[in-house]
């Protein structure tokens, strides 16, 4: 199936770093959604973009919605151990509003 | 935010044995639910859009007679893998649209499948 190219695959940063993470398509999204994924566990929602060119915060996480609608991004600022896990962009398009995955962001955190 | 109940969460059969997976939303209606294979460090594939009262659509690739869904009411849709298999085992999670069309993804909290 389609899925969304995610980068970086895996970052490795101390506790206090800001982090960034983008991903981007060949297609056109009407709607762009970025999850976080503990092990064992479905995705938990973080932010949801709706237009081209919205910031939108959540706390310590912004996400961008691109002006092309074909890439997203994922802004963490003053990382903590609990944001270890993995990050993953979703796209919709169409009138399925079907979800696309990225391929994932593996983020770990040294205390 | 809206939740999505699963189950079970884990579950380990033998080859050949059917298994059925449940996926209720608890405080709202859905009339449409996905359901999601992930595989250990991938992502998540879409594998079917269950819909209520009618027929699932199944995604290319996806054997509708090895899984077969049901969405029988506005909370409730169950996914069975027939005669399972080794290569069925997988991380199987359920989701469930909100909002004024349907943009949120709420997800379950995931079956991991294990045939022996």
């Known amino acids: 199936g389609q899925q969304l190219n995610q980068s970086p695959q895996s970052m490795f940063i101390q506790e206090g770093e800001d982090v960034s993470m983008n991903c981007t398509s060949s297609?056109?999204?009407?709607?762009w959604l970025w999850y976080k994924q503990d092990p064992g566990e479905g995705p938990v929602l973080l932010i949801a973009?709706?237009?081209?060119?919205e910031l939108t915060s959540n706390g310590r996480l912004t996400a961008q919605f691109g002006i092309t609608r074909k890439d997203s991004y994922l802004n963490i600022s003053a990382s903590i151990p609990s944001d270890v896990g993995i990050y993953f962009c979703?796209?919709?398009?169409?009138?399925?509003?079907?979800?696309?995955f990225g391929t994932g962001t593996l983020l770990a955190v040294q205390p | 935010g809206a939740v999505v109940s699963q189950h079970p969460s884990r579950v380990i059969c033998k080859s050949g044995t059917s298994v059925k997976i449940e996926c209720r939303s608890l405080?709202?209606?859905?009339?449409?639910m996905f359901w999601y294979r992930q595989f250990p460090k991938q992502s998540l594939m879409l594998m079917a859009t269950?819909?209520?009262?009618?027929?699932?659509?199944?995604e290319q690739g996806v054997e509708k007679d090895k899984f077969l869904i049901n969405h029988a009411s506005l909370t409730l849709s169950t996914l069975t893998v027939t005669s399972a298999h080794p290569e069925d085992s997988s991380f199987y999670i359920c989701?469930?649209?909100?909002?004024?069309?349907?943009?949120?993804?709420?997800f379950g909290s995931g079956t991991q499948l294990s045939v022996l």
């Open positions: 989701s469930a649209p909100v909002g004024s069309t349907n943009e949120k993804l709420f």
């Open positions: 297609s056109i999204f009407n709607t």
């Open positions: 973009l709706y237009k081209a060119g």
């Open positions: 979703a796209g919709a398009s169409g009138a399925t509003n079907k979800l696309i």
């Open positions: 269950s819909n209520e009262g009618s027929k699932a659509t199944y």
């Open positions: 405080d709202f209606q859905a009339t449409t």
